[in-house]
Nanobody, 125 residues
Framework: VQLQASGGGLAQAGGSLRLTCASS????????MAWFRQAPGKEREFVAA????????YYEDSVKGRFTISTDNAKTTMYLQMSSLKPEDTAVYYC???????????????????WGQGTQVTVSS
């Protein structure tokens, strides 16, 4: 599986950005695509995820109501619409994917073998 993340940049607090994760090479429909982020000096943390089978979405509490996952019709490109951005959203954002990720592991970086390169999001106050 190959993942390509794009769309980061600089935004002001309260502004919006949209991230894109293009994927290829999935061998079944039983996969999850997820967004994680890592701020300087902090561990990588879960942001949101999309389960291809069933179309379920999951969000970290800190982004609920502000961030929205969507996909293209083929469900191989995932978007993260980020609104009402806060300075604490500043981080490098990574997309990840893997097959058979169970719900209890969906927030765990170790559940994903495939990672895209990061894209920097900077939110100024």
């Amino acid at each position: 599986v190959q993942l390509q993340a794009s769309g980061g940049g600089l935004a002001q607090a309260g502004g919006s950005l949209r991230l894109t994760c293009a994927s290829s090479g999935h061998t079944s429909y039983n996969y999850v695509m997820a967004w994680f982020r890592q701020a300087p000096g902090k561990e990588r943390e879960f942001v949101a995820a999309f389960r291809r089978s069933g179309g379920y979405t999951y969000y970290e509490d800190s982004v609920k109501g502000r961030f929205t996952i969507s996909t293209d019709n083929a469900k191989t490109t995932m978007y993260l619409q980020m609104s009402s951005l806060k300075p604490e959203d500043t981080a490098v954002y990574y997309c990840a994917s893997d097959r058979g990720v169970i719900l209890s592991n969906i927030r765990n970086t170790r559940a994903y073998d495939y990672w895209g390169q990061g894209t920097q999001v900077t939110v100024s106050s």
